[in-house]
């Protein structure tokens, strides 16, 4: 997947062409290109838009680096297997439980402990959550009182909680913008379920208390006079140089694999790639 921003997306010769002011032109492959990430200042023409549909290029309207996700295409390249695979392994039981055990151990780096419910997991969760926020307070020194917010209004609470806010917002964001682009369903979650963004959360907070939450903490003892700005820059300079959106996608495969379900195969019906991928002339890496 590529980021664009500030120029105009447009077809030149069968391929997408990135157009700035100065009237440069920069060819994004269509064939090798599953995702656009349309940042701020980017222009899409209607050319544009009827080739991503047609090769099954996913484009995402988002914020800078992806802190915000305010609209998205045709979701996944039209293609249903992970979609399908997503929900067979939320509406098998055990499969939901295995699921939510792997983010329980990629989350807090050890074992979940067996005999334990889906609801029993999410009880140890939220314990270890707030003994981890206020560890990161006390690394910080930020005051704290607790995570508390209003979540249609953030200036209401304290500066650490609008931090904090802002932040798993960006964070959502990023998340959302890569469970699209995979081909999966936002709404279909594991531990978190019932809200359209159900899956997102689960997601999010795999990684959220290595990314976001030190960033949030980080502006939060500097007394910043935007808490809310800062802390978006300060996620979208994160995002970039730890390749965050990067490791999302194969960090999903890895928790809905421990579910044990295979996932389906595609029916002998199915539509092909829109473009066949041309024989190379040498070994696989070979650039010749």
Same mark, same amino acid.
């Given at each position: 997947?590529?980021?664009?921003?500030?120029?105009?997306?447009?077809?030149? +010769?069968?391929?997408?062409?990135?157009?700035?002011? @100065?009237?440069?032109?920069?060819?994004?492959?269509?064939?090798?290109?599953?995702?656009?990430?349309?940042?701020?200042?980017?222009?899409? /023409?209607?050319?544009?838009?009827?080739?991503?549909?047609?090769?099954?290029?996913?484009?995402?309207?988002?914020?800078?680096?992806?802190?915000?996700?305010?609209?998205?295409?045709?979701?996944?390249?039209?293609?249903?297997?992970?979609?399908?695979?997503?929900? /067979?392994?939320?509406?098998? +039981?055990?499969?939901?439980? *295995?699921?939510?055990?792997?983010?329980?151990?990629?989350?807090?780096?050890?074992?979940?402990?067996?005999?334990?419910?889906?609801?029993?997991?999410?009880?140890?969760?939220?314990?270890?959550?707030?003994?981890?926020?206020?560890?990161?307070?006390?690394?910080?020194?930020?005051?704290? /009182?607790?995570?508390?917010?209003?979540?249609?209004?953030?200036?209401?609470?304290?500066?650490? *909680?609008?931090?904090? /806010?802002?932040?798993?917002?960006?964070?959502?964001?990023?998340?959302?913008?890569?469970?699209?682009?995979?081909?999966?369903?936002?709404?279909?979650?594991?531990?978190?379920?019932?809200?359209?963004?159900?899956?997102?959360?689960?997601?999010?907070?795999?990684?959220?208390?290595?990314?976001?939450?030190?960033?949030?903490?980080?502006?939060?003892?500097?007394?910043?006079?935007?808490? @809310?700005?800062?802390?978006?820059?300060?996620?979208?300079?994160?995002?970039?140089?730890?390749?965050?959106?990067?490791?999302?996608?194969?960090?999903? @495969?890895?928790?809905?694999?421990?579910?044990?379900?295979?996932?389906?195969?595609?029916?002998?019906?199915?539509?092909?790639?829109?473009?066949?991928?041309?024989?190379?002339?040498?070994?696989?890496?070979?650039?010749?």
């Amino acid at each position: 997947m590529v980021f664009l921003e500030k120029g105009r997306l447009d077809v030149l +010769d069968g391929s997408f062409v990135l157009v700035d002011a @100065e009237g440069v032109r920069v060819h994004v492959p269509v064939g090798g290109v599953c995702c656009i990430m349309l940042e701020p200042g980017i222009r899409v /023409s209607h050319a544009a838009v009827a080739l991503a549909a047609r090769s099954g290029t996913l484009l995402v309207w988002v914020g800078e680096a992806g802190v915000r996700v305010y609209a998205a295409g045709q979701p996944g390249g039209a293609r249903s297997d992970k979609l399908l695979w997503q929900a /067979s392994l939320a509406l098998d +039981d055990t499969a939901r439980l *295995n699921v939510v055990r792997r983010m329980f151990e990629v989350r807090f780096d050890c074992k979940a402990p067996g005999g334990r419910s889906v609801e029993q997991l999410r009880g140890m969760e939220g314990a270890r959550v707030r003994a981890m926020y206020k560890q990161l307070a006390r690394l910080y020194r930020v005051p704290w /009182s607790g995570r508390r917010y209003d979540p249609r209004d953030w200036t209401g609470g304290d500066v650490p *909680n609008q931090c904090l /806010s802002a932040a798993t917002s960006c964070l959502y964001g990023i998340c959302e913008a890569a469970i699209l682009a995979a081909g999966y369903a936002p709404a279909i979650g594991f531990l978190h379920t019932g809200k359209p963004r159900s899956f997102v959360y689960d997601v999010a907070d795999l990684i959220k208390f290595e990314t976001v939450v030190p960033a949030a903490f980080g502006v939060a003892s500097g007394k910043p006079s935007d808490p @809310e700005r800062e802390t978006r820059l300060a996620c979208r300079d994160m995002f970039r140089k730890k390749r965050v959106l990067k490791r999302i996608i194969p960090l999903i @495969e890895d928790v809905l694999k421990a579910g044990g379900l295979p996932m389906p195969q595609a029916p002998a019906e199915a539509s092909g790639p829109a473009f066949e991928e041309e024989a190379g002339h040498g070994d696989d890496g070979h650039r010749g």
